[in-house]
């Protein structure tokens, strides 16, 4: 019997006019030249100056073969293995001798030198599939000099590697392009964004690979929990959603769904501001007979308000909560037990509090019940958890993403032709059909600032946040009030891969409504 | 721009020959008489010797106009809407001026009378769509004489009420029926089989509508966390399945997915063995270089435990945890303390351990860790949970759910024109295409037998469990040594409507390898 991942396997993504012919484009410098911070120049004497490059017609450089190194960092993104097959049908085409190489389980392969050369018969297998799985991905960093010199060795023969990662990955493709560059070393390093968090974007990167997927995925049981809400009406249903800080999930689910109340960390309220809104939602829903409700809540919330900042920060330095402030101290006592037991207990090795293991669902429900008491609400109130993440990260990529992962490994090995290093590969006018893609290399170094991590200053790519002043937030922000009391719920359903191209072909939301990128803090 | 829902709407089921010209069909009793245990033939004096029907070619008894109630009872099964509009374009294919009636809001509606006459319109918004919010559900029973003559006050005008809901609301459905022909009462009591959890099962009842779309979905959910798991080998998945006792759902998903362990409750194995199993599981992945995994858990585990149920049988009889028995004791000791309190706190009106509040997966990540550490593994064992339940149970319909469903309808008002009560809509021969379905009214009361519930014998259809000796358990029991060491993941991925109708038609394994029912237990 036929299975929908090997009808998938069929499927012949679709790319940029720019990439559909590599020996007749090549990549030129913008002459615009970039602007980097004077710190930042400090830590890439090397690299600062590089440029972004356009795709221009044009003879190729050379043709000899290329031997290319690629690695996962980071959480899966739907579209990774999609990445690799452009990768390879790309190097294929630009010499049939040419060789990939995946470094197996993330940066940890490249530093113990663990890699694969990759085989036609191996890419086949995977193509428009979800997952990492052909070569694995993993969260090592490279941190050391050591590192470093070990990465710089295992790359000594190749022409290029392809860092497919976040924020943080691509920070260290670009240390790692700086050293090679320090060394003498010829191997370009080229990035490729990938996150379903939304958060690493620029005046290039429109938007990662897999946001588009995952955003779907949690669409479809959104609405399937909207639609089960309004039939039974008995529960509120809490769905935190994966998206570490920012909450372009959230926001990309809520114009999906229109579900009754979307908690968006970058509002910045304060925690006991959002139990209001919710006790205020229950109350008002209950007064027009309601109640049920949906209620979406981004991973990264604590992180933004102002008394667990403050708390959390005090606590990362040590204090015991006994010796907390006053205020500091009110905050903790508000808290349920099982909440204060994990703010003692997640740290990480430098001491700090690991926010992300906070139960935020369960802290809201909590103070959402006591709230509903001290107001003496008499209706029921009866709530259910959820949190979607791992079922979004690796399942087969929606068209958008299996066309645009392709196209980027398309393009990454194009830079690797003509050994670009120390940008990162985009693709702009997304909102448009693929053949109107247009491909671009962008330089790494513009993106990176200073951040305190651990007390120490650190260059790492600043990641974007919803912008509460832009027309994406504000698409959603201005139904509201609307969508709390009447129930204008969408049921998007499944991701449709066959037939009208409306629904297999539509791109994300993000795009449609941010044409022109602006950076928030 | 189009949505997929609005899409869905346009979907025109396919229906068994033998429905789709009504006016050259009729019920014609089965002569085979009734097989009905003494004691519930005399809770059911007037019903006891109601026949099965079969539907058979011949001109209609009568023309005229009917007035035909629906209520749904009990939780959403994807598929609810098109009952309702196989009803009401069968009605008007009766007769034009034909009425279907929602009680709304489950039996409390019928109770409290509480209705809206449907029209052309609203049916025209919820074909092959989820949910049951266009007269919304409820789970009040009709229990006591006065709700049975409210009920029959409702229905007065009525030539029938076709009741769809699981076993409690079809043991209710027969009960009524039996009340209203005590009355004197012409109006039909008929039943439609809808439950996600496949345990409203017999010799004609191959399947309810809704367990097909709920197992996609979560087949969907889970494939996608095996290739997160195979992507990042780094967490054990312990994935918790909504479906009540029976372990149906888990054995479906289990041979869509192919996870590396799941647990299914009729094998009756003590919490002790599970545990074991689960601590060997993750020491034998270890020993071939595996640190993930995933498994799949149904919500009725607990209640199959022999000791768990001796446990809880204690405490629903009042005894305090100090008080137990030395073998209940040590049980007791055992859980974690948010297990003891839940068991503590989760007591019904009756005093009874409401077991399926329990949090089983956390039950046993927490004793799979204990068991490790004592077994002094040195590997490392990260645990994340899921519950797939609300998510599959308003999802938009598979085509068979879509079709099976609106088919039952179509029955139903067959049923009703000729005024068969006390039977369920049923079709056999479902794995085989809509048009050669066989579809049957199958009497009520031979499902029912007598239960212990809250001490009283009460007459109730029984809950079909999975049959550890039949095929379908086997198919899937047969491969577990291999599963649970290889990683043979299916990833099914979301539930197609477009395209090859080997995709979009499938039917249910549970259907292709029981053929012939086998009552467990």
Same mark, same amino acid.
């Given at each position: +019997?036929?299975?929908?991942?090997?009808?998938?396997?069929?499927?012949?993504?679709?790319?940029?006019?720019?990439?559909?012919?590599?020996?007749?484009?090549?990549?030129? !410098?913008?002459?615009?030249?970039?602007?980097?911070?004077?710190?930042?120049?400090?830590?890439?004497?090397?690299?600062?100056?590089?440029?972004?490059?356009?795709?221009?017609?044009?003879?190729?450089? #050379?043709?000899?073969?290329?031997?290319?190194?690629?690695?996962?960092?980071?959480?899966?993104?739907?579209?990774?293995?999609?990445?690799?097959?452009?990768?390879?049908?790309? $190097?294929?085409?630009?010499?049939?001798?040419?060789?990939? &190489?995946?470094?197996?389980?993330?940066?940890?392969?490249?530093?113990?030198?663990?890699?694969?050369?990759?085989?036609?018969?191996?890419?086949?297998?995977?193509?428009?599939?979800?997952?990492?799985?052909?070569?694995?991905?993993?969260?090592?960093?490279?941190?050391? +000099?050591?590192?470093?010199?070990?990465?710089?060795?295992?790359?000594?023969? =190749?022409?290029?590697?392809?860092?497919?990662?976040?924020?943080?990955?691509?920070?260290?493709?670009?240390?790692?392009?700086?050293?090679?560059?320090?060394?003498?070393?010829?191997?370009?390093?080229?990035?490729?964004?990938?996150?379903?968090?939304?958060?690493?974007?620029?005046?290039?990167?429109?938007? *990662?690979?897999?946001?588009?997927?995952? /955003?779907?995925?949690?669409?479809?049981?959104?609405?399937?929990?909207?639609?089960?809400?309004?039939?039974?009406?008995?529960?509120?249903?809490?769905?935190?959603?994966?998206?570490?800080?920012?909450?372009?999930?959230? &926001?990309? /689910?809520?114009? $999906?769904?229109?579900?009754?109340?979307?908690?968006?960390?970058?509002?910045?309220?304060?925690?006991?501001?959002?139990?209001?809104?919710?006790?205020?939602?229950?109350?008002?829903?209950?007064?027009?007979?309601?109640?049920?409700?949906?209620?979406?809540?981004?991973?990264? $919330?604590?992180?933004? +308000? @102002?008394? +667990?900042?403050?708390?959390?920060?005090?606590?990362?330095?040590?204090?015991?909560?006994?010796?907390?402030?006053?205020?500091?101290?009110?905050?903790?006592?508000?808290?349920?037990?099982?909440?204060?037991?994990?703010?003692?207990?997640?740290?990480?090795?430098?001491?700090?509090?690991?926010?992300?293991?906070? *139960?935020?669902?369960?802290?809201?429900?909590?103070?959402? #019940?006591?709230?509903?008491?001290?107001?003496? =609400?008499?209706?029921?109130?009866?709530?259910?958890?959820?949190?979607?993440?791992?079922?979004?990260?690796? /399942?087969?990529?929606?068209?958008?993403?299996?066309?645009?992962?392709?196209?980027?490994?398309?393009?990454?090995?194009?830079?690797?032709?003509?050994?670009?290093?120390?940008?990162?590969? !985009?693709?702009?006018?997304?909102?448009?059909?693929?053949?109107?893609?247009?491909?671009?290399?962008?330089?790494?170094?513009?993106?990176?600032?200073?951040?305190?991590?651990?007390?120490?200053?650190?260059?790492?790519?600043?990641?974007?946040?919803?912008?509460?002043?832009?027309?994406?937030?504000? *698409?959603?922000?201005?139904?509201?009030?609307?969508?709390? $009391?009447?129930?204008?719920?969408?049921?998007?359903?499944?991701?449709?891969?066959?037939?009208?191209?409306?629904?297999?072909?539509?791109?994300?939301?993000?795009?449609?409504?941010?044409?022109?990128?602006? @950076?928030?803090?």
């Amino acid at each position: +019997m036929t299975t929908l991942p090997e009808k998938r396997l069929a499927y012949v993504p679709k790319i940029p006019q720019a990439l559909q012919h590599l020996l007749h484009v090549r990549c030129e !410098a913008d002459p615009s030249s970039p602007n980097v911070r004077p710190e930042i120049a400090d830590l890439f004497p090397h690299l600062h100056t590089t440029p972004s490059y356009r795709i221009v017609s044009g003879a190729a450089a #050379k043709k000899a073969p290329l031997k290319v190194g690629v690695v996962f960092s980071g959480g899966p993104a739907s579209g990774g293995h999609n990445v690799l097959a452009g990768l390879f049908d790309a $190097l294929g085409q630009i010499h049939p001798a040419s060789q990939l &190489v995946g470094f197996v389980g993330g940066f940890s392969g490249l530093i113990n030198n663990r890699c694969k050369a990759l085989s036609l018969e191996q890419i086949d297998a995977v193509r428009n599939q979800g997952g990492f799985d052909l070569i694995g991905t993993g969260r090592t960093k490279l941190e050391s +000099m050591e590192d470093m010199q070990k990465a710089h060795a295992a790359l000594h023969s =190749f022409d290029a590697l392809v860092v497919i990662g976040g924020d943080d990955s691509n920070t260290n493709g670009a240390l790692l392009a700086e050293y090679l560059l320090s060394q003498g070393s010829k191997t370009a390093i080229i990035g490729v964004p990938k996150t379903i968090d939304g958060d690493l974007r620029s005046r290039d990167i429109e938007l *990662s690979f897999g946001f588009d997927s995952a /955003c779907k995925t949690y669409a479809e049981l959104i609405g399937n929990i909207c639609r089960d809400a309004l039939s039974t009406r008995k529960y509120y249903h809490f769905i935190k959603l994966m998206g570490r800080s920012a909450s372009h999930i959230a &926001v990309e /689910c809520a114009l $999906l769904t229109q579900p009754n109340l979307t908690i968006i960390g970058e509002e910045r309220k304060s925690l006991a501001q959002i139990v209001q809104d919710i006790a205020d939602l229950i109350i008002r829903r209950k007064a027009v007979g309601k109640e049920f409700g949906v209620i979406l809540v981004p991973e990264g $919330l604590i992180e933004f +308000m @102002p008394e +667990m900042g403050a708390l959390t920060g005090e606590l990362s330095r040590g204090v015991l909560p006994e010796k907390l402030c006053p205020k500091d101290r009110a905050t903790w006592d508000l808290l349920p037990e099982k909440i204060q037991s994990q703010l003692r207990n997640s740290k990480d090795p430098h001491g700090n509090v690991r926010v992300s293991q906070i *139960s935020t669902e369960e802290l809201l429900i909590q103070l959402v #019940k006591k709230e509903l008491v001290a107001r003496n =609400f008499q209706g029921s109130a009866n709530f259910q958890e959820h949190f979607f993440g791992y079922e979004g990260r690796s /399942c087969l990529p929606t068209n958008f993403d299996a066309n645009y992962a392709y196209s980027l490994g398309v393009l990454g090995a194009l830079a690797a032709r003509d050994r670009v290093t120390g940008v990162i590969c !985009a693709i702009r006018s997304l909102k448009e059909t693929p053949d109107q893609w247009i491909p671009v290399l962008s330089s790494l170094v513009p993106m990176i600032h200073l951040e305190e991590r651990n007390g120490l200053k650190k260059p790492v790519i600043a990641k974007v946040l919803v912008d509460v002043k832009g027309a994406y937030f504000l *698409s959603f922000s201005t139904h509201r009030n609307q969508w709390a $009391l009447e129930d204008n719920y969408r049921f998007p359903g499944p991701i449709q891969f066959f037939g009208d191209t409306a629904l297999t072909d539509s791109c994300p939301r993000i795009l449609e409504l941010t044409s022109v990128y602006t @950076p928030s803090t």
